[in-house]
Nanobody
Framework: QVQLVESGGGLVQAGGSLRLSCAASGRTFSNYAMGWFRQAPGQEREFVAA????????YYADSVKGRFTISRDNAKNTMYLQMNSLKPEDTAVYYC??????????????????WGQGTQVTVSS
């Protein structure tokens, strides 16, 4: 049974940084895509970034490109999201997700199979 557990959220001032972690367990993630999504109150779940577990290829939403970096540590079965230059509009619950996908990097929430419980990120102005 796949489990994804996020951590690292919190309150930070605008311009600050946070690093989110997603610990994955329950299987090997070869040929999986892993992604980060976020959801603000009253809004739809929004794609942030994705990474191919094997190759490390990445894909970002335009809104975070140049500020956020997705990465993974295969030995620790953990994915990360380094968030720099945070803005108040980055405030949301952040979720990690996983799907068996080969080399494709999905960017819509309905394409992902497994989800974590989410971690709150709040950026104050």
């Amino acid at each position: 049974q796949v489990q994804l557990v996020e951590s690292g959220g919190g309150l930070v001032q605008a311009g600050g940084s946070l690093r989110l972690s997603c610990a994955a367990s329950g299987r090997t993630f070869s040929n999986y895509a892993m992604g980060w999504f976020r959801q603000a109150p009253g809004q739809e779940r929004e794609f942030v970034a994705a990474i191919n577990w094997n190759s490390g290829n990445t894909y970002y939403a335009d809104s975070v490109k140049g500020r956020f970096t997705i990465s993974r540590d295969n030995a620790k079965n953990t994915m990360y999201l380094q968030m720099n230059s945070l803005k108040p509009e980055d405030t949301a619950v952040y979720y990690c997700a996983a799907v068996f996908s080969g080399g494709y990097l999905p960017s819509t929430f309905h394409e992902y199979t497994y989800w974590g419980q989410g971690t709150q990120v709040t950026v104050s102005s």
